[in-house]
């Protein structure tokens, strides 16, 4: 606990000094001649997308501060993976069917799959057009806008595939790193130095109705000191002295290590955050929350805690003051630990609208978050004035993931905060979300941006740097990134002054 509020205390004296080296875009030729040509694609009416696309893919991002590993996985990874694990696929909802455990007799019976109805290789799906193109369309947003069917709800469709992820991750632990590589590649092939990944469920949870009555009597009354004891309490007397918590924290933050060591270089650097589920029991989320936090402040690998899942399912909508009030408890018992939490990935019609007017200021004002992700919301919300400034004032980043607000939420353009934000000085970064579910990269929620708000150049480069400023690496480890960023950009500005002077239009 100690180790990480010392290098809170370090990382304040610093803030102020990164900022001024790395904000300025540097003062040579190249990069008043590519400023001068991003501007101008981006203010001429004409339709640039391609060559837009060209520049972003080439620019440095920096980090990606919001992205989850198993929907950032691509569906054809997870065949891979299931046929590598020689398990099958389910014909009627395309779900995984496990072989047996690799230490039992009847792993290699030839003849098990016989015994299963309605299975179906991978080799056998891929040869099947039809049936390969509706496995997409349940394992991602494939297609969903392209054919007529029975129309899911965006939110269900989208929420709905990360039930199919997991089984064959957890067959083989091995997998991890496999697929991490994969996204590592995919993130320096777009100019991507850094992630900081949602990346697997704390080591430890258990369920308890009785914590669960007494948690939500004691916010329901607004009874906080009770409710602080019922937290205390549970614990002291039930966490802790159970065996499978610290158990299950080694075994997670063993597998944190192994998975970095696997990946990071000195061209790459790969961190995590520790999440909760929101649809949990109470009991499951805060002895999640608590262990996640432990998990945090005992590795450097693990830099932070979100929480995750969808907003407006029932559970998450009637548990959320009292979500906000375990985080309050965790960041005063751990105040190194930072946190960034979803919140306010919600719209008009998805819930009643008195529901809309308050999860992101509570995320802020009661959670005391870091970092907000989504934060789409807050047009929404009462305190939005008050809680604006205290984002800028405070530097408390929001994480836009536009192409996952327009599919699941259908908020876009005008409508969409990230002006918002933008015009109050809160701090900006674009984020991946899940990649493998919504088909898309980083860079193509750049160009989003770009053609959607027609950012300046300076305004790209700041948000770029933003991604390093406002991560949750120590702040040596975040000097170290900016000038990596500095020395990307210098070469990105020699490459496309260097391609500009060769074309004839420009
Ligand atoms: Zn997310």
Redesign the pocket.
């Given at each position: 606990m100690l180790r990480k509020t010392l290098s809170l205390l370090c990382a304040l004296a610093l803030f102020a000094w990164s900022s001024a080296v790395c904000a300025s875009p540097k003062d040579d030729p190249s990069h008043a001649k590519v400023k001068a040509y991003f501007n101008r694609l981006v203010a001429d009416a004409g339709d640039h997308g391609a060559e837009l696309r060209l520049f972003l893919n080439l620019m440095p991002k920096g980090g990606d501060l919001?992205q989850?590993f198993t929907g950032t996985t691509y569906a054809e990874t997870y065949l891979d993976f299931i046929k590598k694990e020689n398990c099958w696929i389910n014909k009627r909802d395309f779900s995984v069917i496990l072989r047996w455990p690799k230490d039992s007799k009847e792993y290699n019976n030839p003849d098990y799959q016989k015994t299963l109805p309605d299975t179906l290789s991978v080799d056998k799906l891929r040869s099947d057009n039809k049936m390969l193109s509706d496995f997409f369309m349940v394992w991602s947003d494939k297609d969903f806008y392209n054919h007529y069917h029975d129309q899911t709800a965006p939110d269900v469709q989208f929420f709905g595939t990360f039930a199919n992820f997991s089984t064959i991750l957890k067959y083989d632990g091995a997998l991890y790193i496999e697929g991490l590589k994969i996204l590592k590649n995919r993130a320096q092939l777009e100019n991507v130095q850094y992630i900081e990944q949602m990346f697997v469920s704390p080591g430890y949870k258990v369920t308890n109705p009785d914590f669960d009555a007494q948690a939500r009597s004691a916010v329901a009354s607004g009874n906080i000191a009770q409710l602080r004891s019922v937290f205390q309490n549970f614990i002291q007397n039930v966490v802790k002295p159970d065996p499978n918590f610290a158990k299950g924290m080694s075994s997670y933050n063993d597998r944190v290590k192994s998975c970095a060591d696997a990946v990071n270089d000195d061209t790459f650097t790969l961190r995590f955050q520790s999440y909760v589920s929101r649809n949990d029991s109470p009991a499951e989320v805060f002895s999640a929350l608590y262990t996640a936090f432990c998990e945090a402040d005992k590795s450097d690998l693990v830099v932070g805690v979100n929480i995750?899942n969808a907003e407006n399912a029932p559970t998450a909508m009637s548990d959320y003051s009292l979500h906000m009030q375990m985080f309050r408890y965790m960041k005063e018992l751990f105040p190194g630990v930072k946190t960034s939490m979803?919140a306010g990935e919600l719209t008009i019609g998805m819930v009643r609208p008195e529901e809309l007017t308050f999860h992101i200021t509570d995320a802020v004002m009661v959670a005391q978050a870091d970092r907000i992700?989504h934060g789409v919301d807050i047009g929404y919300e009462v305190k939005a004035p008050e809680l604006l400034s205290l984002m800028r004032d405070k530097k408390i980043a929001v994480e836009i993931?536009l192409t996952s607000n327009d599919f699941i939420l259908g908020v876009k353009n005008g409508e969409h905060p990230f002006r918002l934000y933008l015009d109050h000085g809160v701090p900006v970064v674009l984020t991946s979300?899940?990649e493998g579910v919504s088909r898309n990269n980083l860079t193509d929620d750049y160009l989003n941006m770009v053609q959607r708000y027609g950012i300046t150049y300076d305004r790209l480069r700041e948000i770029a740097a933003n991604s390093i400023r406002y991560s949750f690496l120590n702040e040596k480890e975040k000097q170290r990134q900016l000038a990596i960023l500095d020395k990307r950009f210098a070469d990105f500005e020699a490459r496309i002054a260097k391609m500009i002077a060769t074309t004839s239009k420009h």
């Open positions: 919001h989850h995750v979803h992700g993931n979300d899940d």
